[in-house]
Antibody, heavy 128, light 112 residues
């Protein structure tokens, strides 16, 4: 059974860059069956998709975050990472890593697939 | 801000049936994109409950039903149990603003 675990700082200062890592166990990230994804949850409950990265490093970002976000893979460690720059208090959230199904349905690669596994999340607070 | 709207809360007594709506638009659900549902207990990993509108992953009880019609989708929980008390989110894809996965606003289910 696949497990995902986020790691990184719980407190970062405004204007700094956040770096989080997701360690995957029980399954390889070096597969075209899944994308590695990040989602965040604001204190008020709302979920926001941040972005995906596929097994060869192609990235897909939320239009609202694209200018400040970067995703990367470390297949040797079965990990993937998120960087968010120019942080403000509005970036305070619980950050989740997740696995996004990349299967073709009826022979078509669809963007409306689902997240089949998630980490427990890590709270990141942006404050001076 | 979420583009999929859910009621903030629903409640029911044990054994009752509750339904959670997920209202979208012609840019997402109405464009033919599928809907998925997640159950989330705070402090834990969200759990996939329904995928592609009405399919249950292995291990999800058959008390959970998903449906989709037009620009909306619904999740029904039949025979409500205390363990069903959690937050529930729908998810789909939105083609506006270059396209992105989108989530619903979330619904808290309370078992009375």
């Amino acid at each position: 059974q696949v497990q995902l675990q986020e790691s990184g700082p719980g407190l970062v200062k405004p204007s700094q860059t956040l770096s989080l890592t997701c360690t995957v166990s029980g399954a390889s990230i070096s597969t075209n069956k899944y994308y590695c994804s990040w989602v965040r949850q604001y204190p008020g409950k709302g979920l926001e998709w941040i972005g995906d990265i596929d097994y060869i490093g192609n990235t897909f970002y939320s239009p609202s975050l694209k200018s400040r976000v970067g995703l990367s893979l470390d297949t040797s460690k079965n990990q993937f990472s998120l960087r968010v720059s120019s942080l403000t208090a509005a970036d305070t959230a619980v950050y989740y890593c997740a696995r996004f199904q990349a299967i073709r349905r009826n022979g078509v690669q669809r963007p409306d697939n689902w997240f089949d596994s998630w980490g427990q999340g890590t709270l990141v607070t942006v404050s001076s | 801000q979420s583009v999929l709207t859910q009621p903030p809360s629903v409640s029911g007594a044990p054994g009752q049936r509750v339904t959670i709506s997920c209202t979208g638009s012609s840019f997402n659900i109405g464009a033919g994109y599928d809907v998925h549902w997640y159950q989330h207990l705070p402090g834990t990993a969200p759990k996939l409950l329904i995928f592609v509108n009405n399919n249950r992953p292995s291990g999800v009880p058959d008390r959970f039903f998903g449906s989709k019609s037009g620009t909306s989708a619904s999740l029904a929980i039949a025979g409500l149990q205390a363990e069903d008390e959690a937050d529930y989110y729908c998810q789909s894809y939105d083609i506006s603003l270059s396209g992105s996965s989108v989530f619903g606003t979330g619904t808290k289910v309370t078992v009375l």
